[in-house]
């Protein structure tokens, strides 16, 4: 049985800091289907449209009839643990830090025959295969990898050295929430303590301006407040210099959200703002924060591991009545894309999450449905401990994403009405 | 060729007989800019970025780009800020008359009221009062209210919002008439982000110190520091704006000149 993760020792500040090494991270193009299945937590796998068979290792043709009208679809996650090892020897460096660990193969209920990391709680076949549940998860190269899962959830499985290796669980882990003033974000800071986060960082981005639930929040012992302007170079590079070394999971909720088009106004002056805030805040908290959490990727069990953006789904697709606000989110959308590659040779993970309408302030015009700050910080919190990697929060942002992939033109028009 | 005079006050500079006072505060990005309901534009705060410092983005030199609205900082108001003065003459920075850059100045010290009430409000009887000890007021002088105002440490003080907004002094609605009509006066300068009390909405009109000096082709000056300094009378002030085309006012450095204690 897994046993749970202790709370990590104080580092010793004189010794040397084990850097990050990755597992092989090449794919081909078409095994990529299986990184895109992983970044957004679902299960599927090549099915023929000709024969049905399904496919594994990811091919160009069916393997059965070699049709090549091969789709990914989900498919039936089930299947028998028939053999099993476990390495003790490795001539890899990212698997060589991190022996023992078990490799496996699986027989597959829905057909193919696949290698897979095996849990450390699933039992050893013996004579009989024994039940497991596959999942795609990202390994530390930011690429999907085969993970087989007792068949019932056991106490702590996600405390097991190899699941923490494809996932950004914040317990015991230190977070950063950039702008902790919010209702994003105080709700945000509230749900990764009560994921067990060992110490939220505040940060205040107001500090003329009082918040009742904001001192409340500060009162709690496991919270530090930083003042934090990420509009504000020297600010962001001061809060980085203080705590930089402690951030393992930077979450950036700072946010710039007001209605207007482009032709509507004189100025351009609400949509510098919105571009101040919430792109070239993301490339200074980058900068300033980067390197030292890229750095300590591999520093002890709770090694920095992840970078939040809080964007929304019209990153993806402008919603013209708030125009120049959605250009920010999409010029902040491609600066994580950049940052993720940035990230990505040191095994930390850029998040992206993408909701919906929020329940505040400035989306009071805005019909329901709406998603209360507390629910999109649940799901951030549930994504970082299954190692998502795109997270769609609520109906409309899943809605939109759906429609995007079967007609992006309609979306724009639909949306432009 | 320049005058005796100007000759003879150059020595009493360079000999410490008069002294040069800065009633400028520094600008950072911590300084606290004036904070308007955020349906409305919003001044830009401090921020400043380094083009190069003696590295690879320019070897043998430092300097760097900013910037910030034209009310961040001590800086100053011109007639044309206010709608009241929106159709006088030369009411920008870059056209009023230069001479209007040297002017004397009234430091009024309100700092022991302001102390026990934020909300303080100068008064048409405490202006008198202040006379009776200190003298009359001089035709174009500047009155400047010292608060101590400047002494606050932080942003949360400085700007001192409540549920229902700031709380900072200010002149009431008769003073600023009053001073303007009986006085000549050339504007009005405070320690705090206005000229205008923090609660100024309320009051009738709306911001008396920019309707009614902005509206007779007065001037303002804000987030000034140093006025403990400055004797009641006598002091000297040079508060030269920016020369920003159609400028509505600038930040700056406002020097006063006082005789050494």
């Known amino acids: 049985m897994t046993e749970p993760l202790l709370k990590p020792r104080k580092k010793n500040p004189v010794e040397r800091t084990r850097l990050a090494t990755r597992p092989p991270g090449a794919r081909s193009r078409t095994a990529l289907g299986l990184t895109r299945a992983a970044a957004e937590g679902r299960f599927e796998l090549q099915v023929c449209a000709d024969c049905g068979s399904v496919q594994y290792p990811p091919r160009e043709v069916c393997g059965y009839c070699l049709s090549e009208h091969l789709a990914w679809k989900p498919v039936d996650n089930r299947g028998e643990l028939i053999a099993l090892s476990t390495l003790r020897h490795s001539n890899d460096l990212y698997f060589r830090e991190r022996l023992p660990w078990r490799v496996g193969t699986v027989k597959m209920t829905a057909g193919p025959v696949v290698v897979a990391h095996i849990h450390e709680d699933c039992a050893a076949p013996e004579g009989t295969g024994v039940p497991v549940r596959l999942t795609l998860k990202l390994d530390r190269s930011g690429q999907a990898v085969l993970h087989a899962l007792p068949a019932k959830d056991t106490p702590n499985m996600n405390d097991a050295a190899q699941m923490r290796e494809s996932t950004c669980d914040p317990k015991f882990r230190r977070v950063l929430v950039t702008d902790g003033k919010s209702a994003m974000g105080l709700a945000t800071a509230r749900a990764m303590l009560d994921a067990g986060a060992a110490t939220i960082f505040l940060g205040d981005p107001s500090s003329w301006k009082t918040v009742a639930a904001f001192d409340k929040l500060a009162a709690d012992p496991r919270v530090q407040v930083v003042e934090l302007d990420v509009t504000d170079t020297d600010s962001v590079d001061r809060v980085a210099a203080s705590i930089g070394g402690k951030v ?38 980058a900068q300033a924060f980067g390197p030292g959490m890229c750095f300590r990727a591999a520093d002890g069990s709770n090694h920095a591991v992840a970078w939040v953006n809080v964007l929304s789904i019209h990153a993806l697709a ?79 942002a899943e809605e939109i994403r759906e429609r995007l992939r079967d007609n992006h033109k309609a979306v724009e028009r639909e949306l432009g009405q | 060729m320049s005058t005796p005079v100007l000759t003879q006050f150059l020595n009493e500079l360079l000999n410490g007989r008069l002294k040069m006072v800065d009633l400028t505060q520094t600008l950072s990005p911590e300084f606290p800019t004036i904070v308007l309901p955020p349906e409305f534009g919003q001044a830009w705060p401090f921020r400043i970025e380094e083009i190069s410092r003696y590295d690879e983005r320019g070897p043998a030199w430092y300097w760097n780009n900013f910037s910030m609205s034209e009310h961040t900082g001590t800086h100053f108001d011109a007639p044309a800020h206010w709608i009241s003065g929106k159709d006088l003459p030369d009411n920008t920075v870059d056209s009023m008359p230069v001479e209007n850059f040297i002017a004397a100045a009234c430091v009024i010290d309100v700092s022991k009221e302001a102390a026990e009430n934020a909300d303080f409000l100068l008064t048409i009887d405490y202006v008198k009062a202040w006379e009776e000890k200190h003298g009359r007021i001089p035709e174009r002088s500047w009155v400047l209210l010292r608060t101590d105002w400047s002494k606050r440490a932080t942003p949360k003080e400085y700007l001192n919002m409540a549920e229902d907004g700031a709380h900072s002094p200010g002149p009431d609605a008769e003073v600023v008439p009053w001073l303007i009509r009986e006085r000549n006066v050339h504007g009005f300068g405070t320690e705090s982000v206005g000229t205008d009390a923090g609660q100024a909405h309320h009051l009738n009109p709306p911001y008396p110190c920019h309707y009614f000096m902005h509206g007779n082709n007065r001037y303002g000056l804000q987030c000034l520091t140093n006025l403990d300094q400055l004797p009641p009378q006598g002091a000297l002030i040079f508060a030269a704006p920016l020369k920003i085309r159609n400028g509505s006012g600038s930040p700056l450095r406002v020097l006063a000149l006082t005789p050494s204690a």
């Open chain 1, 248 to 285: 393992e999971i930077l979450v950036n909720t700072a946010s710039h959200l007001r209605d207007g088009g482009i032709l509507g106004r004189k100025d351009v002056i609400l949509a510098r703002d919105a571009m101040e805030v919430n792109v070239l805040g993301l490339m200074r908290l």
């Open chain 1, 318 to 396: 402008a919603l013209p009545s708030r125009g120049a606000w959605s250009a920010s989110m999409a010029a902040a959308l491609s600066a994580s894309q950049t940052l993720r590659a940035e990230l990505r040779g040191a095994g930390v993970r850029v998040v992206n999450v993408f909701p919906g309408p929020i329940e505040e302030d400035w989306e009071q015009l805005t019909p329901p449905p709406k998603l209360a700050p507390a629910a999109v910080a649940k799901a951030i919190v549930k994504g970082l401990q299954d190692g998502i990697e795109d997270l769609y929060v609520g109906d409309i």
